[in-house]
């Protein structure tokens, strides 16, 4: 979630080019740091609900339940949770399916949530029904998406949700040299994912999704109030405080007036990624070939979707206050925002901002091994967010919905 520029892609697999080199610092799209911001004493507890299986034990795990034959393993990259990207062969006669998977073991305190998990898991297979590029889960010899699994001999014998993910082609956002228009269709993305949830996603297990005080949502931004000690006093915890003082006085009212969906929550720069699908190096184009990371589904609202997706898309911009129009553009094509969403936008991508950077302090606080990884890669968020602000609400959001407003008369521009 927050900015750590690389994806732990706590639900889904890793694309290619995603190298075990990355330090396993705190990532993007983990329920880690709402279960560590659960309480300021867990650090030690964390530790033991992480599963730590061998490779060896990983494999006759996908043989055992899933019946699969693993030719090739490697570990991926994971704070709280376990994932192997793995390889399997298939007997002559077998029946068809994926060659790679990335095989997902959840964390034992995550683990106790298996509304929230099958949730999450059956919002994929829905998705890729519906023709989005989505993992889907190959069933376990049972017949089930997941299964609870014994793990290690560690104390208490904890218990670990397994699944077997299919494996996603392409490269994370992150990796490419962005331009507006794949800004454009990251928009277009966030709104027909969204839209598709909320119109067509009725399963049971969709309840689990009314998740309250979870810290990542953004209307919970004045939740930030109990961590912004961890960034002392300086001139950053003083935007930050304003960021949160403006946001209970003008979103907070208005929330009830915001059209109401499931968010995905977090399109981060490492949860889409992308193909090529021009041969120019000039001019690239670029088509969505993965999303990744449902973990921080919840009911929220259509316009905390793209302000989540500028938010994200900004840090991979060399122009970012430009960023917004562009994703706007591709998100109104799709669903026009009203007058009062348009109006909360600029202090919904601060809010965005600040939830990042402010549970990054928190949590380096916590693990301080990762302390400096976090603080490099969180001053590109603070540079951005201070911008926001010294060029003010006004002039931002006049570049936003003028560049979006240039849409309704040409394509994209590249």
Known sequence: MFLVFFADRNLEPPGRGFGSSVPPAIAPGSQRTRD?????NDRQAQ??????????????????????????????????????????????????????????????????????IEAQTQAMMFLSAEGFPSATPHLTKDGNIMSLESGDTGPGNKKYMVRLLTYLPGTPVAKIATNTQIFYEIGKLAA???????????????????RGQFIWNLANVPLLDQYIYALGQNKYREVVEQVIEQFKGKVIPKLSSFRACINH??????????DSTSASLENPQYRVSGILDFSDMSYGYYVFEVAIAIMYMMIESPDPLSVGGHVLAGFESVLPLTEEERGALFLLVSGRFSQSLVIAAHTAL????????????????????????EVGQEAVEKTWFETAAAYATRAPAQ
């Open 366 to 389: 916590l693990y301080p091994e990762n302390e400096e990884y976090l603080m490099i890669t969180a001053k590109t968020g603070w540079k951005h967010l201070m911008t926001m602000f």
């Open 192 to 210: 027909s994912l969204d839209k598709a949830l909320s119109e067509k996603f009725h399963h049971p297990s969709v309840k689990s999704l009314h």
């Open 265 to 274: 929550g977090d399109l981060n720069d490492h949860n889409i990624l992308v």
């Open 47 to 116: 530790t033991f609900t992480k599963p730590a299986l061998s490779e060896k034990e990983a494999t006759e795990l996908v043989d055992r339940v899933f019946g699969l034959k693993v030719s090739w393993i490697r570990p991926l990259p994971s704070y709280d949770d376990q994932n192997f990207h793995v390889r399997v062969s298939r007997s002559k006669g077998a029946a068809e399916g994926a060659d790679e998977y990335v095989l997902k073991i959840t964390n034992s305190e995550d683990s106790q949530e298996p509304d929230l």
């Open 36 to 40: 560590t911001m659960s309480s300021g």
